[in-house]
């Protein structure tokens, strides 16, 4: 990882790197916060964020408005890109396929299969550089993420269990197979095998796997101008068949993006750090 | 005032308006934060933020971290754009001068007096227009802003100590007439005569008006990479001398950005919700 920026942030300071990743097969920035504690020496709890469609890794920095918090709470966070980047890596002119709109998942498809590996870069890659680069507390790692990055979170949470010890998401598509953002981009990554859509679709994944987290937090606006996309009574259906506790918070009035985010960002970051630090 | 936008925000609303402005000849965005409180027409004070070169109205309510405290203290923030814009204002291919870059003064010279009038247009058009749409407290409006923003906060608070309960200021330009963003912006926008230059000058101001505010709080990184446009300690000296208590925070390692600016945002609120609320 190459340090590309740094700015001191709640005594803390708020970094980008740049990584060259084999599953990406090409650079890739990241974010990352590292609270004072960090800068000490001293271990702490960290957190992925994946962010949403459009979004890169300066999104959450700048918008989610969680340093202050993390700053508090010891918490270090890492916001990887939505999508491989750059001249070579596959793109049409849509603002939820190709750039930008990598679903954190591994195309299996041609044109996309060559870049499109971010499950591989976040688990693979990402993962075990920030464990082996700063001082984490062992298994304390949560994850979380907004939208198509809520998706992220909760899929790659039900996948790697024993990567991930919490979990939390703000208005997640949490059935993809059953929405058009889901099917537009399942189709174009992963073919038309349905059997292969459903091992990335956080529904059906909790149906499969079952209970896993001690507890999961989702924020749902209900003013969410994507609502129809996303599904949150048909997650907690299947939470509620298995067992696995749900909070589902639903907020009058609140739209789907970042002024709604920072509103409920203190308690997810509370909800992890409680979780992380059991 | 057109509303342009609204966002739920802490139980509150981000807003942006559009207004027609006869200060600047022409159409200009608006970004008002409402508390709850204010929602429910109750009383609140308010706050005028003034952002730095380069930015607009959008610059603090996306980068500056102030709602969550905001909402909390009931405050009503409202933060201006740094210049006229728009076909037909005059411009020049520079970060330092032109649109973006008004410095919140009356320009005297051609092309630019036609429409870079931006303290008319705060002083005389968003002031009485937000008193008269808002529930705002009786002469409890603050102001402060950052660099650019933050010389026009100091020198708004002084030129209309009447309408300006409290002031305060993140790295702000404090002795224009004495730096190169200060020269050049000032010899084109007010001509070559020094004399005038002073009236809108932080420092000069303080020396021939004296003290004005119970208090002056100045927020400073030690690590400004613009530290040598802002002379903060020649502000000081001129405080100082006429018995104005200016309180002048240097913080080790903090650059120039938002990242600065949002991590001592709350000591700002709070300092303007005790002096307003007095």
Redesign the interface.
Known sequence: MELIQT?????GE?RIYQMTSQALRGKSKLAIYLPPQALQGQKCAALFYLAGLTCTEDTFV??A?A??LAAQLGLILIAPDTSPRGEGVADVDAWDLGQGAGFYLNATQQPWAEHYQMESYIVDEIYPTIVQTFPILNHAIGIFGHSMGGHGALTLAWKYPEKFKSVSAFAPICAPTECPWGEKAFSNYLGDDQAEWAKHDATQLVLTMGQKFTEVLIDQ?L?DQFYSQLHPETFQQACNKVGQKLTLRL?D???H????I??FM?DHLQFHALQLQK
């Open positions: 700015n001191r942030c709640f005594d708020q700048i918008k408005h340093q202050r606006g003013n907020h009035g609140y739209d993006g970042y002024y709604f920072q509103s203190d």
